[in-house]
């Protein structure tokens, strides 16, 4: 079992920056994928973000590519998003997830096992 709880969301003006964080809890073991993913009101949860546990491989969606980047902190039990160069659509609820006993990580969210709250994110123009 592993708790998710995210934190960081908020509403700043395009162009500005936040820093998601999701602390976790209990084992996932040695092979995990953490990951962010998003769904504004009436569309697709979707994938935004993944680290992978061993080599720390990450992969992005490609409208946040070069804008936003994942990093985990081990000591700390802590994912994190940080987010630059925000823009108006990327306004949404925030996820965190976990894949355990994973081989790498997928796109695929009805594979993830684990699902943090949420964190809303607002981006104004």
């Known amino acids: 079992q592993v708790k998710l709880v995210e934190s960081g969301g908020g509403s700043v003006q395009a162009g500005g920056s936040l820093k998601l964080s999701c602390a976790y809890s209990?084992?996932?073991?040695?092979?995990?994928?953490m990951g962010w993913f998003r769904q504004a009101p009436g569309k697709e949860r979707e994938g935004v973000a993944t680290?992978?546990?061993?080599?720390?491989?990450?992969a992005y969606r490609d409208s946040v590519k070069d804008r936003f980047t994942i990093s985990q902190d081990n000591a700390k039990n802590t994912v994190y998003l940080q987010m630059n160069s925000l823009k108006p659509e990327d306004t949404a609820m925030y996820y965190c997830?976990?894949?355990?006993?994973?081989?790498?990580?997928?796109?695929?969210?009805?594979?993830?096992?684990?699902w943090g709250q949420g964190t809303q994110v607002t981006v104004s123009s």
């Open positions: 680290v992978y546990s061993r080599g720390g491989n990450t």
């Open positions: 997830a976990a894949d355990v006993l994973a081989n790498g990580c997928t796109w695929i969210d009805a594979l993830w096992d684990y």
């Open positions: 209990g084992s996932a073991g040695s092979r995990y994928c």
